[in-house]
């Protein structure tokens, strides 16, 4: 059974900025990569005032070729347009600090009801960078998780915005899946274009699209020479990665990993949810 929306509806991908959901900028590197190839040039900003801490979602500077600057407030922004004869649509911006439960409203009042949804994540995890980054799918509707052979998402305990996302979207009667992408939590500080690469693979598998950045490639291997290099400097993070390399390649079952990145979701949501 295709996961591609029927009749009026569109493939939707959500993905936010934020310590919650977007390890090494998997997720939001991804969105807006998708709303550059595929020239998703129908752009809304929607009217997210008061939804947002500064001291966590900070404005930023920007600077014109004449140095003039101007203030990029933290924002949701809303991107459409067609990839052949299918639309598509990218909710991308910085996760709410406050007022969730209107945010969701806010957002949700963008997906329709015959979509598609796909909710991107990232995730640190004690995964090592020389081996292909574990993503994990999973969707709160059973049927549609035996139809793409997924997980049905049995997680109870705290939770970040995509999850509260999927469980709305459930109860709307909206089918959406979660792909999620592990990424090393000792390169915790760095964009990982490995971990787009993984979530685009993953994208192209669940969703049933063709996601067509041929720069990802080149960019993935640089980046994996580069944390080659970084690691070499280190002995105590060289045996880091030998030791996490050795759990890697013990695993029985190609899946391991996935159930690995799985399991390493639930126990960050549940710490989290411990530290509030």
Known sequence: MSFLPSGSGALVFIAFEGQDADASEAASSLAKDLIEVW??????ILDTDGFYEF??????II???DGTATIAWPGVAVHRGHLGELPVTVIHGHEPGLKWREFLSLVLAEVGDEDSVVLLGGLH??????????VVANTE???LAADLDIDANGYEGPIGILGLLGVACQWRGVRAINVWVGVPDYLADSPSPKAELALAKAVERYAGVEVDIHVLEEESRAWELGADELVSLNPNLAELVKGLEELNDSADLPEASGDAIAAEFERYLRKRGREK
């Open 55 to 60: 001291r966590f979602s900070e404005p930023e």
């Open 39 to 44: 020239d998703l040039s129908d752009s809304e």
């Open 141 to 143: 509707d059973p049927g």
């Open 125 to 134: 995890a004690e995964v090592p960078h020389t081996r292909p980054l574990p």
């Open 63 to 65: 600077r014109d070729e």
